[in-house]
């Protein structure tokens, strides 16, 4: 079965001149059929971004894990972008996300999105490391790197751009310097 056909008796839900349908799929997974791209979706706020990750962290505490999730974001030309969650980890937060705000409207679906997409930054970006500290018992992380999860813009695969997030995150790091790579300087200006 395609996406489109997982759709066909599905109730859309108006989102802020948008639509989010949503329909089931095998094995108790749920789909999404999103009418605007990932880089279309909204800002949210600091605070709700850090309650997210705290109810993420909780339910996976409680081992709440959550269904696989698929999304197909359409874009005005036609053209769109799939990402499956499937992940157990990545199940289980979407699933608190899902439960505390709901990812049927486009503020909780851009919230969800970038608690994953922090996640998937600070798996891979050394230079991250001095805002962050991991323990079993949770994550602390800097203020400044929820406030700039909250406010950059997804890219089109639902992740953030990271040249572009550390330029973001230095705005709200006062007397902190983070090196950028060689490859990614701007200009020779030091």
Known sequence: M??????????????????????GGPGGAVTY???????????????????????AREAAIADRWGSVRAFRFNRPDGSHTDLALADRDASCWVGAVDRTVGIATTRGLSLCLRLLALVDLLARATWAQPLF????????LHPALLRAAASQPLTAEARFDEA?????????????????????RLSGVH
């Open 2 to 23: 395609n996406v489109e056909e997982q759709y066909q008796d599905d109730d859309s839900r108006p989102v802020s001149g948008q639509t989010i349908r949503i329909g």
């Open 33 to 55: 059929l999103i009418d605007l791209p990932p880089e279309a979706l909204p800002s949210v706020c600091k605070r709700d971004l850090e309650l997210a990750w705290y109810a």
């Open 133 to 140: 500290k991991l323990a079993r018992d949770g994550a602390e």
């Open 164 to 184: 572009g997030f550390r330029l973001r995150l230095s705005r709200f790091i006062a007397g902190f310097h983070l090196e950028a790579p060689l490859g990614d």
